[in-house]
């Protein structure tokens, strides 16, 4: 299992951000995939969850402001967070199916006010 993220960085308050997260080394389409983050207040939290089905999950402080999707023919999956708030600062990362071992190094996220 191989995931990169990318397209974190410095945003004010209430902008918006998408990640990406490209997968190899498995079967992605048929695999959920997670996005989590590790922000200083909180440790670490899941986010957000997308089932091969599509069905999707999400945290709810963000529920209603970020979207996790997927590209299954780009083996991605995205995450675009709306209403970006200072307390969303941290390392985001993307996991298989909420299995913490499988995460990728992040992508840093930061949120001035």
């Known amino acids: 299992v191989q995931l990169v993220e990318s397209g974190g960085g410095l945003v004010q308050s209430g902008e918006s951000l998408r990640l990406s997260c490209a997968a190899s080394g498995f079967a992605f389409s048929s695999t959920a995939m997670t996005w989590a983050r590790q922000v200083p207040e909180k440790g670490f939290e899941w986010v957000a969850n997308?089932?091969?089905?599509?069905?999707?999950w999400y945290e709810g402080t963000v529920k209603d402001r970020f979207s996790i999707s997927r590209d299954n023919a780009k083996n991605t999956v995205y995450l675009q967070m709306n209403s970006l708030k200072p307390e969303d600062t941290g390392v985001y990362y993307c996991a298989v199916d909420f299995q913490y071992g499988t995460r990728g190094k992040g992508t840093q996220v930061t949120v001035s006010s």
């Open positions: 997308i089932g091969d089905d599509g069905r999707t």
